[in-house]
């Protein structure tokens, strides 16, 4: 008999940064309740973060008793073993005791024993125990995993193999279980992602190659792609294996959940199905290609560790006065007449753009010009102006390899050494630009701040080029010639400044 777990409020809390509202979670636990299910994941129990989540990433003793009270379902909480080092358990879980069926260790194979041993301190409480076997496409027939497994059905109750990058292809799953099975009698479970659209077909493989337990989510609703849907999972065992399905129940359960889908549009793209293609953590592509820095190619290269290339060091061969380093924002374009004047009476200010957007606008300008090439901008190399004498990137290992033209003299920064992170970024790689060829007055156009945040992209730029400008700030005068919003920087008028040098 195939038992189910629905996993919803775990895996799906990663977009409602688990906080799920009570209409919503009263009528989950309502409807799922209807439904053959045998247990449901309702979130972790998690150490202390700096950061806010949720309820259901928490999980207080008053919720879980409300649960309780809402559900007769068996009740699952999720555990990472990488949290979990010098942890008392006692402390993090008795209370709950009474009330929860099982707990899952989510693990990295490759640290297969710190769950047993997390695994050894829950059985002692009382707890009933699975693992939850993260990044199976990665694990071979000679991966050191398997040497624990004898005898481990003492320990554990079920074993849960994870397709984390939703890449596994049924042949290779089949051999996984079937090596498994030859090893330990332990119940298995099958948790797929939908990276590749592989979770429903590798699901049905499992079941009938010995899997017992099947994980499962609303709509699919989990992190990246997401998982298998479980109303497709309770069709399919309703039409197969003549599981009893109340129909009304789940189209509720569904209609509970849409709202949701609407809102977040979780599912698989072509990043995601990049990342499963290639077995790559989908958070890492995810998160480069938020920020629209990185091509697409460019980071499934960087993630094989294709494509590095390291340049020669910048040295500064020239002496400025100041600099005036560009950004994109609108007030270079309404200024530009004046820009272009204060360049012209400067012609030892060295001009630094931290965009390729302007470029062509000082295409006749006489002054000195570099371009702190970050991310894929320094594809376009064919499309800029002859008049960029040096185009700079970060120092190597950079955050996503690129190819790069032999057309144009390229470098790169030896260090950053003024700020321990954002490397990638055009304003950090300007910035240093600007202290390596020992410049002392640096003045910025452009940099305007946003006005509207309209997506999650503005805001980590935001707050990225303003942690750039705070940890420069203390150690040298930033100072802005066009409007600014940003903090830490004196403010002064490109037009005061003509001004006082035409008098």
Request: with cysteine; hydrophobic share 40%.
């Amino acid at each position: 008999m195939i038992k189910l777990l629905d996993c919803t409020l775990r895996d799906g809390g990663y977009y409602p940064n688990w906080d799920f509202d009570k209409d919503t979670a009263t009528k989950y636990f309502q409807y799922i309740d209807k439904l053959p299910i045998e247990y449901i994941e309702v979130g972790y129990r998690s150490v202390d973060k700096n950061d806010y989540l949720g309820e259901y990433f928490f999980l207080p003793l008053s919720t879980i008793k409300n649960i309780k009270k809402l559900t007769d379902k068996k009740l699952v909480l999720m555990l990472n073993a990488k949290d979990c080092v010098d942890i008392d358990f006692s402390k993090l879980l008795l209370n709950a005791k009474e009330y929860i069926s099982l707990i899952r260790i989510a693990t990295d194979p490759n640290k297969f024993e710190l769950s047993l041993n997390i695994a050894k301190e829950l059985k002692k409480l009382g707890f009933d125990v699975a693992l939850n076997i993260m990044y199976i496409s990665k694990i071979d027939e000679n991966h050191e995993f398997f040497n624990y497994l004898d005898g481990i059905e003492n320990l554990i109750k079920y074993i849960y193999l994870v397709d984390s990058y939703g890449s596994i292809f049924p042949n290779d799953l089949i051999k996984l279980i079937n090596l498994i099975k030859s090893k330990t009698d332990i119940t298995l479970g099958f948790h797929g992602h939908n990276n590749l659209e592989l979770a429903f077909i590798n699901t049905i493989n499992a079941i009938e190659n010995g899997i017992k337990l099947v994980d499962s989510t609303v709509l699919g609703m989990g992190r990246g792609a997401g998982n298998l849907k479980t109303e497709l999972i309770l069709m399919y065992l309703k039409s197969n294996h003549n599981i009893r399905v109340d129909l009304n129940s789940l189209g509720k359960l569904i209609e509970t959940f849409q709202p949701l889908l609407e809102k977040y549009k979780w599912g698989t793209n072509l990043a995601y199905m990049v990342s499963g293609s290639y077995s790559l953590p989908q958070k890492d592509v995810m998160e480069a290609l938020e920020i629209d820095r990185y091509s697409l190619a460019g980071i499934v290269n960087h993630l094989k560790h294709e494509n590095e290339i390291i340049l020669e060091k910048f040295i500064s061969d020239k002496e400025f006065s100041n600099c005036i380093i560009v950004g994109g924002g609108e007030s270079v374009s309404q200024h530009i007449t004046a820009i272009k004047e204060y360049l012209y009476l400067n012609p030892k200010t060295l001009i630094i753009h931290s965009t390729s957007k302007y470029i062509k606008l000082f295409e006749e300008t006489k002054n000195i010009q570099y371009f702190a090439a970050a991310g894929d901008e320094i594809l376009n190399i064919n499309n800029y102006t002859k008049a960029i004498s040096k185009y700079i990137l970060e120092p190597s290992p950079r955050k996503v390899n690129i190819s790069i033209s032999t057309e144009v003299e390229c470098c790169e920064l030896s260090k950053i050494s003024f700020i321990d992170r954002y490397f990638d970024s055009p304003l950090t790689i300007s910035l240093q630009i600007s202290i390596d060829a020992k410049i002392e007055n640096i003045n910025l156009v452009g940099f305007d701040g946003y006005v509207e945040l309209k997506n999650k992209k503005a805001l980590y730029l935001m707050q990225e080029s303003q942690d750039i400008i705070k940890k420069f700030s203390d150690t040298k005068e930033l100072i802005s010639l066009t409007p600014t919003k940003y903090t830490n920087i004196t403010k002064k008028s490109i037009y005061e400044i003509l001004s006082n040098e035409s008098k």
